[in-house]
């Protein structure tokens, strides 16, 4: 029914920016609280950020508040994280998530959601 994919991970260096995309197929963005969250092995996942289903309310992590973004373009039907001074323990899979509950705010537990995409990895060097 719905499906997100995640991309934009790669190799970067300490306080380089990078930006993460989710497309979504199967409904639209628009109508979807969106979530990103990361993991490390052995490691529970983590909520990074959160994106109301309406509106531009958002929710960060206190590790990650002033340099990351998250955000949405609905022609696009894509969730976009956009990292900046990034850090080595910034490293992670990073996982784009979607729930169609509209919840008041944005969930910042991974059972929350009902989608998930496969994970992009970022990695960052010291």
């Known amino acids: 029914q719905v499906q997100l994919v995640e991309s934009g991970g790669g190799l970067v260096q300490t306080g380089v920016s990078l930006t993460l995309s989710c497309g979504c197929s199967?409904?639209?963005?628009?109508?979807?609280?969106m979530g990103w969250f990361r993991q490390v092995p052995g490691k529970r996942r983590e909520f990074v950020a959160g994106?109301?289903?309406?509106?531009?309310?958002?929710l960060y992590a206190d590790s990650v508040k002033g340099r990351f973004t998250i955000s949405r373009d609905n022609e696009k039907n894509t969730a976009y994280l956009q990292m900046s001074g990034l850090r080595p323990e910034d490293t992670a899979v990073y996982y784009c998530a979607a729930d169609f509950q509209r919840l008041t705010i944005p969930s910042q537990r991974p059972g929350a959601y009902e989608y998930w995409g496969q994970g992009t990895q970022v990695t960052v060097s010291s």
């Open positions: 199967g409904r639209s963005v628009s109508g979807a609280g």
């Open positions: 994106l109301k289903w309406s509106g531009t309310y958002t």
